[in-house]
Nanobody, 124 residues
Framework: QVQLVESGGGLVQAGGSLRLSCAAS????????MGWFRQAPGKEREFVAA????????DYADSVKGRFTISRDNAKKTVYLQMNSLKAEDTAIYYC?????????????????WGQGTQVTVSS
């Protein structure tokens, strides 16, 4: 069992930056690929970024490529999402998730555990 707690969300102006963190409980963090998803009001939850178990491979949604960076620190059991050049359309609740796979995955149905989410609001 893995419990995930996100932090770092908030209100930022367009063009600004935020760094989200997701702290995991349990002793098996490095056995999970990790991902970030987001859900805007009235929209479905969508994939943002993913990272493999040891950080060797990453995947990004086209809408965030070149602006967002996912990373992880297995010793700290934490995954991060650095978000730069934020746009109003990045406004959403951001969720981190853990998948019992070796490789990173963009598929929402492959993720077994989810955090409660953190709100990111970008003002234009």
């Amino acid at each position: 069992q893995v419990q995930l707690v996100e932090s770092g969300g908030g209100l930022v102006q367009a063009g600004g930056s935020l760094r989200l963190s997701c702290a995991a409980s349990g002793r098996t963090f490095s056995t999970y690929a990790m991902g970030w998803f987001r859900q805007a009001p009235g929209k479905e939850r969508e994939f943002v970024a993913a990272i493999s178990r040891f950080g060797i491979s990453t995947d990004y949604a086209d809408s965030v490529k070149g602006r967002f960076t996912i990373s992880r620190d297995n010793a700290k059991k934490t995954v991060y999402l650095q978000m730069n050049s934020l746009k109003a359309e990045d406004t959403a609740i951001y969720y981190c998730a853990a998948a019992a796979t070796m490789s990173s995955t963009t598929r929402r149905d492959r993720y077994d555990y989810w955090g409660q989410g953190t709100q990111v609001t970008v003002s234009s």
